[in-house]
């Protein structure tokens, strides 16, 4: 069974910074590509970063660009996010997400998520 | 602002047939094939309902129907049941150097 695990989240101040963990299991990590998404207290989804199946290509949304930075550890069968520079407008619940290999665009499986909150 | 546009809201009653539109441009939705639709329930994660505009994942119900006509793309539930009540959002891949996927603002569908 495909799980993914967020954790990592909590309360940090502006200006702070928060390590995302996604621990994946049931399926072999290191062929997928993988990605962040966060959701914002009663809003849409938004998509944040993604990296390839072997770390050496991510990608960023622009209002997080500089900031953040998506890694992953095969060995480990992990997925980072690492936030600096946090902003109230970062608070959200940030999930990571799966997508499929023939079409690295479509979100298979998704972790329940974790709360970042950025408040003073 | 998202990028994609979904109506606010939608609602119908149980047995009808409800369609929720999905409004991009021809850097979204218009121009590519990858458009896919999430079902998300209070408090839960989003799920894979429709992908490649009209497929459906192994485990949907055939009640879900995608479609695409220019840059607007159509989720069709038939048979409305209970459980179908949740926010449903489109997303599509996209050429803007800024982002690799774009959603839309997502759709809570009433179940009356």
């Known amino acids: 069974e495909v799980q993914l695990v967020e954790s990592g989240g909590g309360l940090v101040q502006p200006g702070g910074s928060l390590r995302l963990s996604c621990a994946a299991s049931g399926f072999t990590f290191s062929s997928y590509w993988m990605h962040w998404v966060r959701q914002a207290p009663g809003k849409g989804l938004v998509w944040v970063s993604r990296?390839?199946?072997?770390?050496?290509?991510?990608s960023y949304a622009d209002s997080v660009k500089g900031r953040f930075t998506i890694s992953r550890d095969n060995a480990k069968n992990t997925l980072y996010l690492q936030m600096n520079s946090l902003r109230a407008e970062d608070t959200a619940v940030y999930y990571c997400a799966r997508v499929t290999v023939v079409t690295p665009v479509y979100f298979d499986y998704w972790g329940q998520g974790t709360l970042v909150t950025v408040s003073s | 602002q998202s990028a994609l546009t979904q109506p606010a809201s939608v609602s119908g009653s149980p047995g009808q047939s409800i369609t929720i539109s999905c409004t991009g441009t021809?850097?979204?939705?218009?121009?590519?094939?990858?458009v896919s639709w999430y079902q998300q329930h209070p408090g839960k994660a989003p799920k894979l309902m429709i992908y490649d505009v009209s497929n459906r994942p192994s485990g949907v119900s055939n009640r879900f129907s995608g479609s695409k006509s220019g840059n607007t793309a159509s989720l069709t539930i038939s048979g409305l049941q209970a459980e179908d009540e949740a926010d449903y959002y489109c997303?599509?891949?996209?050429?803007?150097?800024?982002?690799?996927?774009?959603f839309g603002g997502g759709t809570k569908l009433t179940v009356l």
């Open positions: 021809s850097s979204d939705v218009g121009g590519y094939n990858y």
């Open positions: 990296i390839n199946s072997d770390g050496s290509s991510t």
């Open positions: 997303s599509s891949y996209t050429s803007s150097s800024t982002l690799f996927v774009v």
